[in-house]
């Protein structure tokens, strides 16, 4: 697929970094209009308290309010394995449409099955109001966006060009942070590689924006940078590297790698939309541990 791209526009993109977990939130103002919006948002858990909060999620809220923006899109890159969506928390607030990748549906039946979910649980995707196919495009205010299916983290994974402005998910981190992890279940080494041939195919002025950053050898947190640095610079797919080189690569690394610690919560409510998991027969609602399962 060749990508289509319009350089000459620019929207305004305001990052929000949530420490807690190394996640970048996004606003993306159409620069023609008061449309925005938002692109992978926090919802916060004190994991060993069992408790959800909203401080991450409000901040973008404000920032929408207070500069009089009209939220038009909560974009969802992927089923995050390292943080939960607030989306239906902002959606209830601001409006606007849910959307990710068709292939929801395969990390669903994936996960559903991990978690033990039953029947009642809906693997077709029903629980967000778009769900993208490669090349779908769609509007903020007057801003033409490109959803393009970039796999290999996870089956779902887009990446969104919006204008000059394209949000890769964890198809890519800055350049001497490399690539995400292939190794979840639906992963692949070699479609991550393939995947990053297609974002490093765009323009090299075309800005790319990543959803994490860790600091490497201590530097400040940066999420911004291009196509031509990640071309020339990345350490894991820069210059020259080969796919064969790639995977060895990608899949030695990721044997010495640990879960993320949020996994577990990240995808029983991420592959819901940014649901919770509906009220046990006490009313409560209830994240489950599956044993040996991931």
């Not at 779908?136 to 490109?146: A, P, Q, V």
């Amino acid at each position: 697929m060749t990508i289509k791209v319009d350089l000459s526009v620019k929207p305004e993109v305001k990052g929000f970094f949530d420490p807690a977990t190394n996640t970048i939130s996004y606003v993306v103002k159409d620069p023609h209009s008061t449309a925005c919006a938002i692109v992978d948002s926090v919802m916060d858990i004190d994991y060993a308290a069992g408790r959800i909060t909203y401080d991450h999620a409000d901040e973008l809220i404000a920032h929408v309010r207070e500069s009089g923006l009209t939220l038009e899109w909560l974009i969802e890159t992927h089923v995050h394995a390292d943080h939960l969506s607030a989306a239906p928390y902002i959606q209830r607030q601001l409006g606007g449409k849910i959307g990710i990748g068709r292939n929801i549906t395969v990390v669903q039946d994936t996960f559903g099955k991990v978690f033990n979910e039953g029947t009642e649980f809906q693997r077709d995707g029903s629980q967000f109001d778009r769900l993208f196919d490669d090349g779908d495009s769609y509007r903020i205010g007057g801003m033409t966006c490109l959803a393009v299916h970039t796999p290999g983290h996870t089956p779902a994974c887009m990446t969104h060009v919006m204008g000059d402005a394209a949000f890769v998910g964890d198809t890519l981190f800055m350049p001497d942070g490399g690539s995400a992890r292939a190794d979840f279940p639906g992963g692949d080494a070699g479609q991550l590689y393939d995947s990053i041939q297609k974002v490093l195919s765009l323009p090299d002025e075309m800005r790319l924006f990543m959803c994490h950053d860790y600091g490497p050898n201590g530097r400040d947190i940066r999420w911004e940078t291009t196509v031509g640095e990640e071309r020339a610079h990345n350490i894991h797919v820069g210059g020259d590297r080969t796919r064969a080189e790639f995977v060895e690569m990608r899949t030695a690394r990721d044997k010495t790698l640990a879960m993320p610690k949020l996994i577990i919560p990240s995808l029983q409510v991420n592959m819901r939309g940014g649901d919770l998991p509906p009220p046990d027969e006490d009313g409560k609602r209830y994240l489950k541990v599956p044993i040996n399962g991931l």
